[in-house]
């Protein structure tokens, strides 16, 4: 069986309120009072023939009618309607009860009252004032009727008497009943209050908020407990002045607060809602939240004003850390590319002639070397101590920002270019120095690049450009000093670019070409084999050297391509001359291998498919690497070198001399030849240091059981001379110039001696 709350649910009905059940419960004691009386009064009329008693009797089961149906409308849910009824309906029946029975007039008084008791719970305004006018002019009229009209009928003294003591007794139990329920209405009223009081406090102290409450005509603020407590205050040691709130706002946040406030109460803002820092008991600043609402008077004054106050300091603290880090380099703590972009724009529209602002663009030398030998977390620590240098450089007013990788940039303002050279200068300076971090002593060094900025330049991007510029151009001379910019070095750039550009379309076009320059035995004098070198055939500039075209080829990576190319032609038009040209066998191919195709752990794979593809024998191709390529990366250039050398190819070391390689190393290296540097055998004329380097080199080589190449030869007394010191092979303009395949053809086929 379902329960009445069930039933009530699932009928959707709601039970009566206790308004409707207190005149409910009234209404039962009052209509049987009523027509308790009514019989009452008929009795007695029949007993003696009294037709005042019989009205009585008639008016009073007619009022018990009428509060039977008020009773309907009370359970129609008609509870104002069934109040009126009950107290006019009063009110006239002691009208006519005053007519009839004129001196009943003690009794009946007390029915207008009863009558205001009543409708009091539940009628309200010009309602009950209305009512209160009518109960007060029935009394008037009550007491004019018994005055004026003679009573219809005298029934017995004792009677009346009885009647009167009765009704009197009836009138007081009535009055009883409404004290009980008006008591019983407070301690409901009084209970909610309680448990509203009480969800407000626990609402209050659920959200963490802190509740205030200021009487605007007053001038006085209420502050809730938690109010004060998220301030660090006893309840008795905060007053109820605004001030208590106002001063102790952070006062960078007071002004904006105020302001806030005094719009809201202005309507011009719907609601208050401001974010600022409170100052609390233990000295410190906490950031709340604050949310108000305005209550006005029917002219639109504002009369009160009440909200809350919620912490927000850890929103606050997130935020200000996201904000950090989306602004901050993780590694090193610097601001990052965007905020010094931020600053850089801040200075450049900042007010005054004479504010000069300058851009240093930083690049650590060597450092990837060291990232690649020693491990990326030593290079992260040399970044952070190289951060840590730079700063000590710098002003506090300077800005000092990590671009990425091993890129700083420093922002000066109000400085001149004979400053701004300064400062760059102490900073090379200063990253001369080494770093000793976990027991290695770490040299490197810095190329920067410095441009000068005012009104009158472009805006922060073309600044930080210009100094990129500036800085490659140093890094270009040697590293390890400053580029100060040029409007020609952005030129150059440009071209650069176009040419980077170009390159690109030009490995698509395959405008790339092999020219040879022959390698003669100074044994035999004949043709051992050629040196293959990369030519452009620009469809617009003719034939480029590549001296313009390799070091961009090298800087953007196109470099790997690009050789590979040279490999595969170089080997095909050697399989074709050995073919065609048997007396000169064994003929070979050297070709030049750049750091970034040394670099690569796959290209012995890409050699061997090449060799592979032409049918070229691995022992006649030669590949030649400079010292300092092999120099950058010992280790990781000498595993690649074993390979290939595995591959029974041989290896060739290019310019040597130039370099900074150790002989230590040197012995380790699986190496077959050097080969001298031009700039040596060009000055080998009489008695001079040149003649005993070459001679040193050879006798060198020759020890570790390696052949000699001398390049440059362009004079018949350097290759005399060449021959006496024991050299085995050499290459230059005496014997040819690079020549086209088809010009090397030509060239073999002559079948010269030198």
């Known amino acids: 069986m379902r329960s009445a709350c069930e039933e009530n649910g699932a009928t959707g009905q709601k039970g009566p309120e206790p308004d409707d059940l207190r005149l409910l419960q009234f209404l039962r004691w009052v209509v049987p009072l009523v027509f308790g009386f009514a019989a009452l009064a008929g009795a007695a009329a029949a007993l003696f023939s009294d037709p005042g008693l019989l009205a009585a009797g008639v008016i009073l089961l007619t009022y018990g009618g009428l509060l039977l149906f008020a009773r309907r409308r009370v359970g129609a849910g008609e509870r104002v309607e069934a109040v009126w009824t009950i107290c006019v309906g009063l009110l006239l029946a002691a009208l006519l009860m005053s007519a009839v029975q004129p001196g009943w007039l003690a009794v009946l008084a007390v029915t207008p009252l009863i009558s205001v008791a009543v409708a009091l719970p539940y009628v309200r305004g010009g309602d009950l004032l209305r009512l209160i006018f009518l109960a007060w002019l029935t009394v008037v009229v009550m007491a004019i009727l018994s005055r004026a009209l003679p009573p219809l009928s005298r029934p017995p003294a004792w009677f009346v008497d009885a009647f009167t003591a009765g009704a009197l007794a009836a009138a007081t139990a009535v009055v009883l009943l409404l004290l009980w329920q008006f008591s019983t209405r407070l301690n409901e009223t009084l209970a909610r209050t309680r448990a509203a009081e009480e969800r407000y406090a626990l609402a209050e102290r659920g959200v963490n908020d802190g509740l205030w409450d200021w009487d605007l005509r007053r001038d006085r603020v209420y502050y809730s407990s938690r109010w004060k407590e998220m301030l660090g205050w006893r309840e008795d040691e905060v007053g109820e002045e605004p001030d208590e709130w106002f001063r102790r706002v952070h006062p960078q946040d007071r002004k904006r607060l105020l302001e806030e406030v005094r719009e809201h109460l202005r309507g011009r803002r719907e609601h208050l809602n401001v974010e600022y820092r409170i100052r609390h008991r233990d ?19 504002p ?79 040399l970044l952070v101590a190289a951060a840590e240098r730079l700063k000590g450089c710098l002003r506090p007013q300077d800005t000092l920002a990590r671009l990425g990788g091993d890129e700083f940039t420093v922002l000066l303002e109000g400085v001149s270019s004979e400053e701004a050279a300064s400062v760059a200068d102490r900073l090379l300076e200063r990253l001369r120095e080494p770093f000793r971090l976990d027991g290695y002593e770490l040299f490197t060094a810095a190329s920067v690049g410095v441009v000068l900025g005012g009104r009158e330049r472009a805006g922060p991007e073309e600044l930080l450009r210009d100094a990129d510029i500036a800085m490659y151009r140093a890094k270009a001379l040697g590293g390890g000093r400053k580029g100060i910019f040029e409007a020609g070095m952005h030129t150059r750039a440009m071209e650069l670019f176009r040419l980077e550009n170009e390159l690109r379309r030009a490995i698509e076009r395959e405008e790339f070409t092999a020219h040879y320059q022959p390698i003669v035995s100074l044994k035999t004098g004949l043709i051992s084999g050629f040196e293959a070198l990369v030519r452009w055939r620009h469809p617009e500039r ?12 090298e800087e953007t990576g196109l470099i790997v391509p690009l050789e590979l190319s040279v490999v595969r032609e170089a080997c095909a038009s050697l399989v074709s001359w050995q073919g065609e040209f048997p007396q000169h066998r064994p003929l070979t191919m050297s070709v030049n291998l750049s750091r970034n195709q040394l670099a690569r752990p796959e290209l012995p794979e890409q050699v061997e498919r090449i060799l592979l593809e032409t049918g070229l024998d691995a022992r006649s191709l030669r590949l030649e690497v400079t010292e300092s390529a092999i120099m950058e990366n010992v280790g990781s250039a000498a595993a690649t070198l074993s390979r290939l050398r595995d591959m029974n190819i041989r290896v060739h070391i290019d310019d040597f001399g130039m370099g900074y390689s150790s002989l230590s190393v040197l012995h380790q290296l699986p190496i077959d030849a050097l080969k001298v540097d031009r700039s040596f055998v060009g000055r080998m004329d009489g008695a001079n240091d040149d003649v005993e380097i070459v001679q040193t080199i050879i006798t060198l080589a020759h020890n570790l059981g390696l052949d000699v190449v001398a390049e440059g030869v362009e004079r018949e007394e350097h290759l005399d001379r060449l021959r006496r010191l024991g050299c085995d092979y050499a290459q230059g303009f005496l014997f040819s110039e690079p020549l086209d395949a088809a010009g090397a053809r030509r060239l073999l086929s002559a079948y010269r001696r030198w």
Do not use: C
């Open 283 to 301: 000295g410190s600043y906490r950031w709340m939240l604050t949310r108000g609402l305005a209550v006005r008077d029917g002219e639109g004054n």
């Open 303 to 381: 009369v009160r004003m009440a909200g809350s106050q919620t912490d927000i300091t850890r929103r606050k603290q997130a935020e200000e850390k996201l904000l950090h880090e989306a602004s901050h380099d993780a590694l090193t703590g610097l601001p990052n590319r965007a905020f010094f972009m931020e600053r850089l724009g801040e200075a450049l529209r900042r007010p005054g002639d004479g504010d000069r602002v300058a851009v240093l663009f930083i690049d650590l030398d060597r450092f990837k070397m060291i990232n690649d030998s020693l491990g990326h977390a030593m290079g992260d620590r």
């Open 542 to 553: 003719g034939l480029i050297r590549p001296d313009e075209f390799v070091p961009v080829a």
